[in-house]
């Protein structure tokens, strides 16, 4: 069990800050879904995601950061990252592990995996993309960084990511 205390999304953006990475955060209502953020983007740039916290039948956790547009077939996302079944992740498991609560997940929340449970799946479109934006560990902002940012944050915490070209894969997008 993880008993380290989350990280807050201040201490997040100073994480950023401190090694280098320059972030925008603007402050919003809460969303809880692609589609609520969607309505309510307005001047927010760059790719958004769908983040899908998810558990497969060997208890191996992933977090798959996918572009928002992305369709999924979790029976074929398996055999492209070499897990077990895959189900998605109890809203309990969520929180002792990363830190955040459904309608928040990120790929920022792996900032509070400080045992390395969690396997970071990200879409290489993302990683690719010159401004993508994910909530800092809460769903009333938005955080903006480059996809090579985000990568470097990602290795930086130890979580380097299983980078997959979701949009060459057919049978995904």
């Not at 972030?23 to 309505?39: F, G, K």
């Not at 992305?70 to 929180?95: N, P």
């Not at 809460?138 to 130890?158: A, K, R, W």
């Amino acid at each position: 069990m993880n008993t380290n205390t989350p990280q807050s999304p201040q201490q997040l953006l100073n994480l950023l800050s401190g090694i280098g990475i320059k972030a925008n955060t603007q402050t919003h209502t809460p969303v809880m879904t692609v589609a609520e953020s969607q309505a309510l983007r307005g001047s927010i740039p760059g790719l958004h995601s769908k983040n899908l916290f998810l558990k497969d039948k060997k208890g191996q956790l992933w977090l798959v950061v996918a572009q928002e547009d992305r369709t999924i077939d979790l029976k074929h996302l398996r055999k492209m990252i070499g897990a077990g079944t895959l189900s998605f992740g109890k809203a309990d498991i969520l929180l002792e592990v990363l830190g955040v609560t459904p309608g928040s997940v990120t790929p920022f929340a792996a900032i509070n995996d400080q045992e390395g449970r969690v396997r970071v799946v990200l879409d290489k479109a993302l990683a690719d993309g010159e401004h993508v934006s994910f909530h800092p560990l809460i769903n009333t902002q938005t955080t903006t960084i480059s996809g090579s940012d985000l990568l470097h944050f990602l290795h930086h915490i130890e979580h380097a990511p299983l980078v997959l070209d979701f949009e060459a894969q057919t049978e995904i997008s």
